[in-house]
């Protein structure tokens, strides 16, 4: 096979797979958002939000929560439970710079992901008192 015959049917094939991939691909990937609970903190300067991701792939799944330095841009998500069934979670500002995550009754916490601070804002986590929550 000469060398223009070859590169056709690279070409051919390259096509035929992006094609494809760009059918099927959306279906296991495809997700959906939605928000849950949102809050500014104190001063204005930044921002805590709650989402959950459903996604045509269950196993993409997940409950986050996104923060932003509304000033700079500067922004992080971290996936807070793979389990969507429990969403309830909440923000509270304490301060500018000390934020509470109120996690709903159910969650494990061995399985709650998610870290301790982002930018000059410590992040913390506590139950919700019984009853604050309806699942």
Request: hydrophobic share 40%.
């Amino acid at each position: 096979m000469s060398k223009l015959p070859k590169i056709a049917v690279a070409v051919f094939v390259a096509l035929g797979l992006y094609l494809v991939l760009g059918t099927v691909g959306p279906m296991f990937f495809d997700c959906d958002s939605a928000f849950v609970h949102q809050g500014d903190s104190p001063d204005g300067l930044y921002r805590a939000t709650i989402g959950v991701d459903t996604c045509k792939d269950s196993t993409q799944n997940h409950v986050w929560v996104f923060f932003v330095n509304i000033e700079t841009g500067s922004n992080v998500r971290r996936t807070l439970v793979k389990d969507t069934s429990i969403s309830d979670f909440k923000i509270d500002w304490h301060r500018s710079d000390v934020v509470e995550i109120i996690v709903p009754s159910g969650i494990d916490w061995d399985d709650l992901r998610g870290g301790g601070s982002f930018e000059s804002v410590r992040v913390e986590y506590r139950n919700a008192p019984q009853g604050e929550f309806s699942n």
